[in-house]
């Protein structure tokens, strides 16, 4: 249980809830076992006016209602406590699965773009829902029903050494192979639990997968395919779970076996010992009803067992993530104010996953309110370049300044609420076009939003539609064509009025009129501000202040276009090239 030894703050911090519930728990099973003992005294008054003991029929009749009385009170009360323990300590482990959500849920927005890369969405859910629920059972019903066993346990097996130590010892011989089943089953279900959590996992991320790529797969005609290894992927899931259910199986028959051989052991040993005049009849019945009493704590071991084990497996996947340190952290608390100068100084990167050299001696420096434009082929390191300027990654070699200052002496939150980023891939919630586009803006209101609409080129695209601004995109905008997904998040970038604005090749799908619509507008809007378009068409970046060419991650041509246009070399044939096709 070292894993679970992490909730222990979440225990320190519901304290009181959890002691109140313990100190409840307490009660309700000591009034539950006060009911052996009236019903030993009934059973005994009854025996002793059969045999002539007592005389007066009108005193027993008196004595036994009093008893009956006294269960039914105790059952009331006891049920009542259950009650009480239920709303307490359920309750807090309700409390603390919504705490561990959430902080699963902050660590995964802390952790850099390196973490998403080596680990599958399937994989990152299911950690934050199946595992956090396993997790849940622990600090709810197993700590619950331990409690209720170690209560009625101590109190019931004090209560009967204190009646008779001989019938006493035969009737706990079967606890020491309890035991020893117990820590042999223990341990193997820890380790298949493991396994199914992991399978679990396959099964979520394979099916997120094929969810976000049905159109692939559709297009390809490769359904059967898919449902083929999802299938082969929930057969081994299903022989694992069943490898786990099979030792689970052994714990309730074993335990129900073990009780009935208390009972068992309590009838011969106890009779002989009524016969012998030692004790009562009452005593024998008062033991029946404690072993009774035991029969559902002691079969829960195997279940809290099973929860306790499994739980220790699932708090072993979380703490992998949550103990793995961001690797892009927050330096200062002091606030930045950002201007929007951007200097690179002798920048190289390199990818830590695939070791691919992205970019190599890098050198530029832009002035705020200059745009600049990044030109170059697929793979000459142009998005790298632009996920540096918003501290998505950390150099390791060279220097980025913001307005002269090291990137990483700036506050991280400023520094990104400062920049206006529209990525080359258009990703859209799904939400309505309204609420995407005031994701760059909670407070817009609804003419700043049309105004960004309008300068995204979008608004008379969304007034067509059924409900305009209110119409629900579609997870991933999927019911908005390519060019309208890019224009909604130019739009949302917009609205936000950043220092820094940033454009990954965001235009690729619409057409070339389309296109100059929109730059236009651009660069009215960013007349104040430093701006960064990355494309692999000229028109594109054409009246930018300046102009990078990229190349396997270097610098092969800087300059403006008039002064690049007269080079021979990339820029010049890529612009000859370009202008012939539209020509044609």
């Known amino acids: 249980m070292k894993a679970l030894s992490y909730l222990n703050k979440y225990f320190l911090k519901y304290k009181y809830r959890l002691l109140l519930g313990i100190i409840i728990t307490i009660a309700s099973k000591i009034l539950a076992l006060q009911v052996p003992q009236i019903i030993r005294e009934s059973i005994n008054v009854a025996e002793d006016y059969r045999n002539g003991i007592v005389t007066d029929l009108a005193v027993v009749k008196s004595e036994l209602l009093y008893n009956i009385l006294l269960i039914v009170a105790a059952a009331l009360l006891s049920g009542f406590f259950t009650f009480l323990m239920r709303q307490t300590i359920i309750v807090m482990s309700r409390l603390i699965e919504f705490d561990l959500k959430n902080e699963i849920y902050r660590q995964y927005q802390l952790l850099s773009l390196n973490f998403y890369k080596k680990n599958r969405t399937g994989d990152l859910m299911n950690r934050i829902t199946e595992d956090v629920s396993k997790v849940r059972m622990y600090a709810g019903p197993a700590i619950m029903y331990s409690i209720n066993m170690l209560v009625l346990f101590s109190v019931a097996i004090i209560k009967m050494y204190h009646i008779d130590v001989t019938l006493t010892n035969y009737t706990l011989l079967p606890l020491p192979i309890l035991s020893i089943l117990i820590y042999y089953l223990s341990n193997i279900i820890n380790q298949r639990s493991t396994v199914v959590q992991q399978y679990l996992s396959k099964l979520t991320s394979s099916a997120q997968e094929t969810f976000s790529g049905i159109s692939i797969l559709k297009s390809y005609g490769i359904e059967e395919k898919a449902m083929s290894e999802f299938e082969h992927l929930s057969d081994k899931a299903k022989e694992k779970n069943i490898s786990l259910f099979k030792v689970q199986a052994l714990f309730f028959p074993s335990m129900i076996l073990l009780i009935g051989l208390s009972n068992i052991l309590v009838i011969y040993v106890g009779g002989l010992r009524y016969i012998e005049g030692t004790i009562s009849l009452g005593v024998i019945a008062e033991f029946i009803m404690y072993i009774n009493m035991l029969t559902w704590p002691v079969a829960v071991v195997g279940w809290v067992t099973s929860i306790i084990q499994e739980a220790e497996a699932s708090q072993i996947r979380i703490n992998e993530f949550l103990k793995q340190e961001p690797e892009i952290v927050n330096n200062t608390d002091k606030p930045s104010k950002i201007e929007g100068e951007i200097e690179f100084k002798n920048v190289s990167f390199t990818y830590d996953d695939t070791n691919i050299e992205a970019l190599q001696y890098i050198n530029f420096k832009l002035e705020k309110g200059k745009t600049l434009g990044v030109l170059g082929n697929t ?206």
């Open 379 to 584: 793979g000459s390191g142009k998005t790298t370049l632009i996920s540096l300027i918003a501290r998505l990654y950390d150099v390791k070699s060279g220097e980025i300044l913001i307005d002269q200052k090291p990137i990483e002496q700036l506050n991280l939150d400023n520094l990104r609420q400062s920049i206006g980023f529209v990525p080359q891939e258009a990703f859209l919630f799904s939400d309505t076009i309204k609420n995407n586009i005031k994701f760059g803006d909670e407070a817009a209101s609804d003419e700043k939003i049309e105004q960004a609409a309008k300068d995204a080129y979008i608004h008379h695209n969304i007034i067509e539609f059924n409900e305009g601004y209110n119409t629900f995109v579609g997870e991933r905008g999927v019911t908005l064509s390519g060019g309208q997904k890019q224009r909604v998040s130019i739009a949302r970038a917009l609205i936000k009025e950043p220092e820094i604005l940033i454009l990954d090749d965001c235009l690729s799908a619409v057409d070339t009129e389309t296109e100059e619509i929109i730059l236009n507008n651009l660069f009215k809007i960013s007349q104040n501000k430093t701006t960064i378009i990355v494309s692999h068409r000229i028109s594109s970046v054409k009246n930018a202040d300046s102009i990078l060419v990229l190349e396997k991650g270097k610098v092969i041509q800087q300059g403006s276009h008039t002064e690049l246009i007269k080079i021979d070399g990339y820029y010049k044939e890529l612009y000859e090239q370009q202008l012939l096709e539209k020509e044609i």
